[in-house]
């Protein structure tokens, strides 16, 4: 296959626009379509070909990337893009859908004569924006050396973890990784809530903690709060879910996890005080009445 491919993407919000664009520059013929179509507009100046259905996206592609909301939103787009999908293309599902999801989208994947492969991200709208996310990937051999054009383009890094797709390896992984990811904000938002509450000021926090007890991604999300600035990398509804996909994961594992489950109520209350669409830094404000 040649290294310039014909890659669809279906989803250009935070991450997949950015996913997007740098396909574009790695000069793949690339389609994209967003429910909302003034999401995906701005593609065209990139070189992308803007598509007004899943099924025009997807037509003559040799890759269809997803980067939806969830798992029942990337089952609902690929069974829309149904019978324009060409048999034996690829199907990178890079979707944060959970393992029961996954398991769903390879079983549509083999009905619809796609090669699956799960690929989740680790990384945010920056890394995204410039081609550096960490790509936890599944799927079979045959599909690595035909991908690594895609994959070099929207990625620093692929891990791969193995054939078994369906089993969803990279997916359980990207919850174990989400998992800490989220108690980072959370503890940051709540030390600094704290901060707050009994008038310490937050930068001697910041002071006293540095050396071992410091953390890079504290600091971004510190930043984020003690700026007021909460344009979203990672919104609060997109984190919620994640964080109930990572509870149901455990329960399913015999697994209680207490943090992620107090986190989910956060984002549930930010969610409630409107501040869905912001960054999940904004679970700080989950830690007061009003
Ligand atoms: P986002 O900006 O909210 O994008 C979500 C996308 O899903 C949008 O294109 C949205 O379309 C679409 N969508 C939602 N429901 C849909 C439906 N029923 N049918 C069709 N399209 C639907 O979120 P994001 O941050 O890019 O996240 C995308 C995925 O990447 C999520 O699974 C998330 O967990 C994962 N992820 C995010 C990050 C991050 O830091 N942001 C990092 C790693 C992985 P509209 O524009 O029409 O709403």
Known sequence: MADQLTVAVLGTGIMGAGMARNLCRAGHDVRVWNRTPAKAEPLAADGAHVAGTPAE?????????????????????MEAAGPALRPGAFWLQSTTAGVEAVASMADLARQQGLVFIDA????????????????????????????????????????????????????RLKLVCNSWVLVVNHGTAEALSLAKGLGVDPQHFLEAISGPLDC???????????????????????????????????ADAGVRMDLAAAGAERFHRAEAQGHGDEDMAASYFASFDN
């Open 120 to 171: 989740p991200v680790l990384g945010t709208k920056a890394p995204a924006e410039s081609g550096e996310l960490m790509v936890l990937a599944a799927g079979p051999e045959e599909a690595h050396a035909p991908l690594a054009p895609v994959l070099d383009a929207i990625g620093r890094h692929t891990v791969w973890l193995g054939e078994d797709a369906a089993s969803g390896p990279a997916t």
């Open 216 to 250: 890079g991604y504290m600091r971004t999300k510190s930043a984020a709060i003690l700026n007021d600035d909460y344009a979203p990398s990672f919104s609060v509804t997109t984190a919620g879910k994640d964080a109930r996909l990572i509870v149901q994961a455990g």
């Open 57 to 77: 996206a997807v037509t003559g592609a040799d890759v269809v990337l997803t980067m939806l909301y969830d798992g029942p939103a990337a089952l609902e787009v």
